[in-house]
T-cell receptor, first 113, second 116 residues
């Protein structure tokens, strides 16, 4: 069955520290992978996506993610977080020609001053 | 600016009442989606539509209905048959249907439904 797992429900980091949010997927076809961010009470915004090619992808707001096929992972990273990064982050997976996108349950990021 | 407009932002209803959530997009996107979001549950797909006058059930369609009479509009009705309708509802759209790539979703700001 297709699924996305985000093992961390909450993560707390200090402002200026590095960040890594984990995402593992189970998908029969070659996956297309996404990270979205959601501020409280708002819709989701695309941070970055991976379709093919270079396995390290750059996104908006200084985020990057690395696709590791052998580990079925697509972890999100940022070298130095800012207080404005506090939000909920969702990993999602789809496939070529498939209209359905499957989302993980999200990781809420808290930033300490 | 192009985007997706959801209304109302907040909605209260009594048990046993149907309620319709509006979703309008001016992005000229082909596909539209409705997701339900509950705390700690992520996003779950209710219905999606790839073209006008056609739609498919998602993972949790029971107690919901939709229509797609116009490309830009995809309203969701939460019926009295939905046993636990209190949730945050998100509408999304995508342009890349059938274009060979997976869909990048553009989301509206959401509608919060509370059943009293």
């Amino acid at each position: 069955a297709q699924s996305v797992t985000q093992p961390d429900i909450h993560i707390t980091v200090s402002e200026g520290a590095s960040l890594e949010l984990r995402c593992n997927y189970s998908y029969g076809a070659t996956p297309y992978l996404f990270w979205y961010v959601q501020s409280p009470g708002q819709g989701l915004q695309l941070l970055l996506k991976y379709f093919s090619g270079d396995t390290l992808v750059q996104g908006i707001k200084g985020f990057e993610a690395e696709f590791k096929r052998s580990q079925s992972s697509f972890n999100l990273r940022k070298p130095s977080v800012h207080w404005s990064d506090a939000a909920e982050y969702f990993c999602a997976v789809g496939a070529k020609g498939d209209d359905k996108i499957i989302f993980g349950k999200g990781t809420r990021l808290h930033i300490l001053p | 600016d192009g985007g997706i407009t959801q209304s109302p932002k907040y909605l209260f209803r009594k048990e046993g009442q149907n309620v319709t959530l509006s979703c309008e997009q001016n992005l000229n996107h082909d596909a539209m989606y409705w997701y339900r979001q509950d705390p700690g549950q992520g996003l779950r797909l209710i219905y999606y539509s790839q073209i006008v006058n056609d739609f498919q059930k998602g993972d949790i369609a029971e107690g919901y209905s939709v229509s797609r009479e116009k490309k830009e509009s995809f309203p969701l009705t939460v019926t009295s048959a939905q046993k636990n309708p209190t949730a945050f509802y998100l509408c999304a759209s995508s342009v890349d249907r059938g274009g060979g790539g997976a869909n990048v979703l553009t989301f509206g700001a959401g509608s919060r439904l509370t059943v009293l």
